[in-house]
C-alpha cells in the first residue's frame, strides 16, 4: 500500500507540470495587456512600456517561464500585479469561504443523490423511478446560474426565508454560516447529486442482479438490510469514483455560485482576476484547484480497498 500511495504521489508531478505549462501558455497567450489595464486609458504607450518592464512582461516567455517555475518549485506563487500582495496570502484570505461551499455541497449532494438513487433502483421502471430520472436529468442539464436564481426567486423574494449574498465565517456563529451557505450549497449540489443518483442507481441494479442477494432474500432478510447494508457497500466502488470526479463540478460551479450570491471565496478571487488580467493570481489558484484535485482522487483510490475487499494495490 505504501509504495502504491508513494507511486500515485511521484505520477503527481508530471499533471503538475504539464498544468503548469497550460496555465502560463493561457495568461500569456490570450489577448489583453495587465500592464495597460494598470496603466489606464489615457496612458501613453512609454508608460505602458515601463510598467511591462518593471513587471517583467518584456522579457521572453521562456525567460519569464522559468522564474516563474523556479519560484514555484520554491513555494513562491508570486505577488499580484494589481494588490502587490503575495498571492499565497490572497489564497489564505479566500480560502475559508470556499472550503466551506464545498463541504456544505458535498453533504447536501451525498445527502439527495444516495437515497434518490437507491429508490430509483428499488422502483427499478416504476413511477418513483422515473421521477427520480427525469428530476436527474433536469438538475444535471440546466446550468448552474439557472438553478441558483431559481433558489433566489423561490427563496429569498418569493418566499423571504434566506439570506442571498455575502458570506458569514462560522467563528460568528454556526447558524449564520451556514444559513448564508444554504442558497448556493444547494445549487450546486442539485448537479452533483444528479451525477451521483444516476451512479447509484446503475451500480445498485447491478449489484441487485447478483446471485448472493437472491440468497440473502431467501434467507429471509428485510429488503432495507439487503438494500442498505450488504447491496449498496457492494456497489460503493463506482460511487466513490463519481463522487470524486463530481469534484472537478464543485471546483468549475464555486466560479459561478461565488459571483451569483457574493462569496468572497477562491472563485471570486478568479474572475477578478481574470477581469483584470492578473496572471500571477490566476496561475496560483488555478495550481492550488489542480493539486486538491489530484489528491481527492488519491483518497478515493485508497477508500476502494475499505470499501471493496477484494480490491488490492500492487
Same mark, same amino acid.
Given at each position: 500500500?505504501?509504495?502504491?500511495?508513494?507511486?500515485?504521489?511521484?505520477?503527481?508531478?508530471?499533471?503538475?507540470?504539464?498544468?503548469?505549462?497550460?496555465?502560463?501558455?493561457?495568461?500569456?497567450?490570450?489577448?489583453?495587456?495587465?500592464?495597460?489595464?494598470?496603466?489606464?486609458?489615457?496612458?501613453?504607450? #512609454?508608460?505602458?512600456?515601463?510598467?511591462?518592464?518593471?513587471?517583467?512582461?518584456?522579457?521572453?516567455?521562456?525567460?519569464?517561464?522559468?522564474?516563474?517555475?523556479?519560484?514555484?518549485?520554491?513555494?513562491?506563487?508570486?505577488?499580484?500585479?494589481?494588490?502587490?500582495?503575495?498571492?499565497?496570502?490572497?489564497?489564505?484570505?479566500?480560502?475559508?469561504?470556499?472550503?466551506?461551499?464545498?463541504?456544505?455541497?458535498?453533504?447536501?449532494?451525498?445527502?439527495?443523490?444516495?437515497?434518490?438513487?437507491?429508490?430509483?433502483?428499488?422502483?427499478?421502471?416504476?413511477?418513483?423511478?422515473?421521477?427520480?430520472?427525469?428530476?436527474?436529468?433536469?438538475?444535471?442539464?440546466?446550468?448552474?446560474?439557472?438553478?441558483?436564481?431559481?433558489?433566489?426567486?423561490?427563496?429569498?423574494?418569493?418566499?423571504?426565508?434566506?439570506?442571498?449574498?455575502?458570506?458569514?465565517?462560522?467563528?460568528?456563529?454556526?447558524?449564520?454560516?451556514?444559513?448564508?451557505?444554504?442558497?448556493?450549497?444547494?445549487?450546486?449540489?442539485?448537479?452533483?447529486?444528479?451525477?451521483?443518483?444516476?451512479?447509484?442507481?446503475?451500480?445498485?441494479?447491478?449489484?441487485?442482479?447478483?446471485?448472493?442477494?437472491?440468497?440473502?432474500?431467501?434467507?429471509?432478510?428485510?429488503?432495507? #438490510?439487503?438494500?442498505?447494508?450488504?447491496?449498496?457497500?457492494?456497489?460503493?466502488?463506482?460511487?466513490?469514483?463519481?463522487?470524486?470526479?463530481?469534484?472537478?463540478?464543485?471546483?468549475?460551479?464555486?466560479?459561478?455560485?461565488?459571483?451569483?450570491?457574493?462569496?468572497?471565496?477562491?472563485?471570486?478571487?478568479?474572475?477578478?482576476?481574470?477581469?483584470?488580467?492578473?496572471?500571477?493570481?490566476?496561475?496560483?489558484?488555478?495550481?492550488?484547484?489542480?493539486?486538491?484535485?489530484?489528491?481527492?482522487?488519491?483518497?478515493?483510490?485508497?477508500?476502494?480497498?475499505?470499501?471493496?475487499?477484494?480490491?488490492?494495490?500492487?
Amino acid at each position: 500500500m505504501l509504495g502504491y500511495v508513494l507511486r500515485r504521489l511521484v505520477a503527481t508531478i508530471p499533471v503538475i507540470i504539464v498544468v503548469a505549462v497550460v496555465v502560463f501558455s493561457l495568461t500569456r497567450l490570450t489577448p489583453g495587456d495587465p500592464a495597460a489595464v494598470i496603466a489606464g486609458e489615457n496612458a501613453t504607450t #512609454e508608460q505602458i512600456a515601463l510598467i511591462r518592464n518593471r513587471l517583467g512582461l518584456d522579457q521572453p516567455l521562456l525567460v519569464q517561464f522559468g522564474r516563474w517555475s523556479w519560484n514555484i518549485a520554491h513555494g513562491d506563487l508570486g505577488v499580484s500585479i494589481f494588490t502587490n500582495t503575495p498571492v499565497a496570502g490572497l489564497i489564505a484570505q479566500r480560502i475559508g469561504p470556499t472550503l466551506s461551499l464545498a463541504i456544505v455541497t458535498v453533504i447536501f449532494g451525498l445527502s439527495l443523490g444516495i437515497p434518490a438513487g437507491v429508490l430509483a433502483a428499488v422502483f427499478a421502471r416504476r413511477l418513483p423511478d422515473r421521477v427520480v430520472m427525469v428530476l436527474a436529468v433536469a438538475g444535471f442539464s440546466i446550468p448552474i446560474f439557472v438553478l441558483a436564481y431559481l433558489l433566489i426567486l423561490g427563496f429569498a423574494i418569493s418566499w423571504p426565508i434566506l439570506p442571498v449574498q455575502g458570506y458569514t465565517p462560522m467563528a460568528q456563529g454556526f447558524l449564520s454560516w451556514l444559513g448564508k451557505l444554504i442558497l448556493p450549497s444547494l445549487a450546486l449540489a442539485l448537479v452533483y447529486a444528479a451525477l451521483i443518483a444516476r451512479t447509484t442507481r446503475a451500480a445498485l441494479l447491478d449489484v441487485l442482479a447478483e446471485d448472493y442477494i437472491r440468497t440473502a432474500k431467501a434467507k429471509g432478510l428485510l429488503p432495507r #438490510e439487503i438494500v442498505w447494508l450488504h447491496a449498496l457497500k457492494a456497489a460503493s466502488v463506482p460511487i466513490a469514483t463519481v463522487v470524486g470526479i463530481g469534484i472537478a463540478l464543485l471546483v468549475g460551479g464555486a466560479v459561478v455560485i461565488e459571483t451569483v450570491f457574493a462569496i468572497p471565496g477562491l472563485g471570486r478571487l478568479t474572475v477578478d482576476a481574470i477581469a483584470r488580467r492578473d496572471f500571477p493570481v490566476i496561475q496560483g489558484v488555478i495550481l492550488l484547484f489542480s493539486g486538491v484535485y489530484v489528491l481527492i482522487n488519491l483518497v478515493i483510490d485508497l477508500s476502494y480497498t475499505w470499501l471493496d475487499p477484494r480490491v488490492r494495490f500492487a
